[in-house]
């Protein structure tokens, strides 16, 4: 799910980085290289992101103090019973 999520926005981000104009404008030609060229870039950073932002939460989760994780686990908990 978060991987999905950020593979959307990171894609977004860089279709907006090459073209900040409307695609539909631009030669299909071009149009197809700049979605290329995001689906590459993406690709090539999704996996290290993912691996720093978890091991940066991981890092910060382990500062946090008792009752935050309380409130964590239990926020978890609730999450679960949702699910199931």
Known sequence: M???RLET???LIALDLLCPGER??????AAEWV???AT??????LD???RTLIQ???TIVAAASP?????LDQAALRYDAVID
Not at 40 to 45: F, G, L, R
Not at 67 to 71: K, S, T
Request: no cysteine; charged share 30%; proline share 6%.
């Open 48 to 50: 290290g992101s993912i």
């Open 67 to 71: 009752e935050v994780i309380h409130r």
């Open 40 to 45: 590459e870039a993406v690709s090539a950073v």
């Open 2 to 4: 978060a991987r999905n």
């Open 56 to 58: 940066t939460l991981r």
């Open 24 to 29: 539909s404008e631009l030669p299909p030609e």
């Open 35 to 37: 979605g290329e060229a």
């Open 9 to 11: 926005e990171l894609r």
